[in-house]
């Protein structure tokens, strides 16, 4: 079976890989780098510089804590990003070799769809048949139709560039919106998030929303909720914004201007006219709308390979978890209280009083459990507390198998581990 797979990113380069396991040839077409959005424009970078802010905050402010002194802290910027883009290259080398070593053909240029199962390589002009054809072409920045948003930056130009500023406007308050206040404010930036909604991270449950809240301000960080941005200027000092704020005008001025507003499928020109997607076409990952997670994407094209090939789903697509990279860290799966309309009982464990999390200084948080009252079995759990992306695998476990309270509560927990605050949330 030839399989064709379009886009190099999390959905394209895992599904190849499965793919060329189960027997199929298989070719992989990407106009760009190998491991798409997550690993050059988003996850891997994102997370690369807030371990760099991570490490500054540490020398600047909490190692006087611990009696350590250190002066003339300071940022080499340029330093900064040539360490992330070290290690966004040697992940990506990482990628070529797993094509290497697993006889993926890598054909470097941009593809579209013909009919009867052709896909054209614009570069060169060359077609190639397929019996099954992967669309994975991700995602990009969305931008609001906001008059002036072309002088505000998306987070692909914060993530390629240094930006320099003392004072920034972020709008959108979501996970990117989040993340990237994060850092800045702990470089000594002055930072204010306009989100349009009555909360952050919106899609998160309310507890971890308002535990985020907390955690922004009190690294300086001005949240405006319920705020429609309506215009920015670019004026002389840097750029002006326009925004209501719970119906209120307010101008604020700012060095520069991020737009966090999410991303949206990215298809392009990639079917020819007439050609849609059907059995032997499909999408996956971000460019197929779904949950814009690179461990869902890579899942998701799994499971189209293992229907292609005649086998069972492997992967669970209802157990999803999330993870927000902040200090402390915040992770959630299966259901939000907040949407739960069955009787449920709750574990709430607050990590104030967890030894690890007090080493760390990250003691602000929770360790939340949702069980369903009629079956008894763990429906959701959320997590703000240090290493919660780590944690969060266990509990996703548990929902995904449907374990109870009590074969939860039965498992020793290693002392003093940040993960011992499971088994507090539901050692009732």
């Keep these: 079976m030839r399989t064709i797979i379009i886009g190099g990113g999390p959905a394209g380069y895992v599904g190849a890989i499965r793919a060329s396991k189960l027997g199929m040839s298989v070719t992989l077409v990407e106009k760009g780098e190998l491991g798409g959005t997550c690993l050059n424009r988003g996850c891997v970078p994102t997370k690369a510089l807030l371990q760099a802010a991570s490490v500054y905050s540490a020398v600047t402010k909490e190692a006087a804590e611990w009696g350590i002194g250190v002066e003339g802290a300071s940022v080499d910027t340029a330093k900064l990003y040539e360490k992330k883009n070290g290690i966004v290259e040697q992940l990506r080398k990482g990628v070529k070799f797993l094509?290497?070593?697993?006889?993926?053909?890598?054909?470097?240029?941009?593809?579209?769809?013909?009919?009867?199962?052709?896909v054209l390589i614009k570069e060169s002009g060359a077609t190639i048949s397929a019996d099954k054809i992967l669309v994975c072409t991700g995602s990009v920045a969305a931008r609001l139709p906001i008059s002036g948003i072309e002088y505000a930056l998306t987070s692909d130009d914060v993530l390629s560039t240094p930006v320099e500023a003392k004072k920034l406007a972020i709008i959108g308050g979501g996970v990117i919106g989040v993340e990237l206040a994060l850092f800045f404010?702990?470089?000594?930036?002055?930072?204010?998030?306009?989100?349009y909604l009555n909360a952050l991270v919106a899609m998160m449950d309310t507890d971890i929303?308002?535990?985020?809240?907390?955690?922004?301000?009190?690294?300086?960080?001005?949240?405006?909720?319920?705020?429609?941005?309506?215009?920015?200027?670019?004026?002389?000092?840097?750029?002006?914004v326009d925004a209501l704020i719970k119906e209120k005008p307010v101008t604020a001025s700012f060095d520069k201007v991020i737009a966090c507003t999410g991303r949206k499928p990215y298809l392009g020109e990639v079917f020819a006219d007439g050609v849609t997607p059907n059995d032997d076409i499909k999408l996956a990952g971000d460019a197929a709308g779904g949950i814009q997670l690179a461990h869902y994407a890579s899942a998701e094209a799994v499971n189209i390979i293992e229907e292609w090939a005649g086998r069972k789903p492997h992967y669970n697509m209802?157990?999803?978890?999330?993870?927000?990279?902040?200090a402390p860290e915040a992770a959630s799966v299966g259901v939000r209280e907040q949407d739960c309309k069955e009787p449920v009982k709750i574990?709430?464990?607050?990590?104030?009083?967890?030894?690890?999390?007090?080493?760390?200084g990250e003691n602000s948080g929770f360790v939340k459990t949702i069980f369903s009252e009629a079956t008894g079995a763990l429906i959701g759990a959320h997590i703000?507390?240090?290493?919660?992306?780590?944690?969060?695998?266990?509990?996703?476990?548990?929902?995904?198998?449907?374990?109870?309270?009590?074969?939860?509560?039965?498992?020793?927990?290693?002392?003093?581990?940040?993960c011992e605050s499971i088994g507090e949330s539901v050692n009732w």
């Design 384 to 418: 703000v507390a240090p290493h919660a992306t780590d944690i969060i695998g266990e509990l996703a476990v548990a929902v995904a198998n449907g374990l109870t309270q009590p074969q939860i509560a039965s498992v020793i927990h290693p002392h003093p581990t940040v």
């Design 185 to 195: 404010a702990k470089m000594g930036c002055e930072v204010t998030i306009y989100e």
């Design 318 to 326: 209802s157990v999803v978890p999330q993870c927000i990279y902040t």
């Design 347 to 360: 574990g709430m464990y607050r990590i104030n009083g967890n030894p690890k999390a007090l080493i760390t």
């Design 209 to 240: 929303s308002k535990q985020l809240l907390m955690q922004l301000k009190r690294l300086g960080v001005k949240v405006q909720l319920q705020a429609a941005v309506k215009e920015i200027r670019k004026v002389e000092a840097g750029f002006e």
């Design 99 to 118: 094509m290497d070593s697993n006889k993926i053909e890598v054909i470097s240029g941009t593809a579209k769809v013909l009919p009867n199962m052709q």
